[in-house]
């Protein structure tokens, strides 16, 4: 089983920047990761996901242009750059990790595609 530990959650203000980052266990280049969230009171939903070699990434719209989602194959980390946050951004943010044999580029966007999950880290931004 996958492990994944979240990192650099907190609060900051609007027009803020955060950088989340995930560590893997395991062979970190078979997995095709993403960052989810959950706000209160919401359904988790998707942020961003990136493929298993780093090459394809994708946003949800009201990320885009904000966030950054990037792989290092060679640190076993995915990390979410948060740029410009707001506070509708405020949630538990949670990595999460599909181990693939499939395309190297291909980008899965549905929670069911991840069997491993990390425990979350609290984003608070206030207005």
């Known amino acids: 089983q996958v492990q994944l530990v979240e990192s650099g959650g907190g609060l900051v203000q609007a027009g803020g920047s955060l950088r989340l980052s995930c560590a893997a266990s395991g062979r970190f280049n078979t997995y095709a990761m993403a960052w989810f969230r959950r706000a209160p009171g919401k359904e988790r939903e998707l942020v961003a996901a990136?493929?298993?070699?780093?090459?394809?990434?994708y946003y949800i719209d009201s990320v885009k242009g904000r966030f950054t989602i990037s792989k290092d194959n060679t640190k076993n980390t995915v990390d979410l750059q948060m740029n410009s946050l707001k506070p509708e951004d405020t949630a538990v943010y949670y990595c999460?990790?599909?181990?693939?044999?499939?395309?190297?580029?291909?980008?899965?966007?549905?929670?069911?595609?991840?069997?491993?999950w990390g425990r979350g880290t609290q984003v608070a931004v206030s207005s």
């Open positions: 990136v493929s298993r070699n780093g090459g394809s990434t």
């Open positions: 999460a990790a599909k181990t693939t044999g499939a395309i190297a580029s291909g980008v899965y966007r549905r929670q069911q595609d991840y069997y491993d």
